[in-house]
């Protein structure tokens, strides 16, 4: 794996989110979200996945502190990556746990790409179990812990990495915009580098731009090393 550190830029995003509540009879709250962001690349954990641009839509719903999702990533240039995601996660307090499945179809002609092909060897799903605390101790501090535990993270031997990853992040506001600050590293060869290494650094400036007094886009930048 090519664990060469590039310096890589993603502009702009544009989300547009929609929340639909409904309070049954004994004020239970249900949540719809649905949004969809764009992007001039796909950078995702220091990892730069998609030097086109890409529409990146979204959906969860949510109930008591559960969510389930999904997410996905559509780059303008077919033979671009291309990923298809869904999660599941318990919120309580400020700590989180969930599970990822990330899911990365082929677009080659004459591939056989199975989505419901879960074999150990052979499936296109990765599985990843992580825990996130946000404001740790009270603080602007994060933290989150995933690591691959099943499917497409695997040797040449088709051997699981267990690819892991651990990000510290400092979140605040500055003058009207959003600043976030964050570091991430791996603890082991795998699908981040070919040893124990820092992968992830950098920052995210955002903003709501507004377009009229009740319509807002909000927009961030991110400066990854």
């Known amino acids: 794996m090519n664990s060469d550190k590039r310096l890589k830029l993603a502009l702009l995003s544009l989300l547009f989110s929609t929340v639909l509540a409904a309070r049954p009879a004994d004020s239970l709250r249900v949540e719809l979200s649905v949004g969809a962001d764009v ?29 389930f999702g999904s997410w996905a990533s559509y780059s303008v240039s077919p033979a671009d990556f291309q990923e298809v995601d869904l999660y599941f996660t318990y919120t309580a307090g400020s700590f989180t746990f969930g599970i990822n499945d990330y899911y990365n179809p082929v677009d080659i002609p004459g591939f056989d790409d199975q989505y419901f092909d879960f074999g150990r060897t052979t499936t296109l799903h990765s599985l990843e179990p992580f825990i996130t605390v946000s404001e740790i101790a009270g603080t602007k501090f994060s933290a989150t812990a995933a690591v691959f535990v099943y499917g497409n993270d695997r040797d040449a031997e088709d051997r699981n990495y267990y690819s892991s990853y651990f990000e510290l992040g400092y979140s605040t506001t500055v003058n009207d915009f959003g600043l976030d600050i964050f570091g991430g590293a791996t603890f082991n060869e795998g699908y981040y580098a070919d040893h124990a290494a820092i992968v992830n650094l950098g920052l995210t400036i955002s903003k709501e731009i507004g377009i009229t007094e009740e319509f807002t886009v909000p927009c961030w930048g991110s400066f990854i090393l």
Do not use: E, K, T
Request: aromatic share 14%; hydrophobic share 40%.
């Open 39 to 67: 992007v001039n690349h796909y950078v995702w954990r220091g990892l730069l996945l998609g030097d086109a641009p890409a529409i990146q839509p979204s959906m969860s719903v949510s109930y008591r502190g559960f969510s």
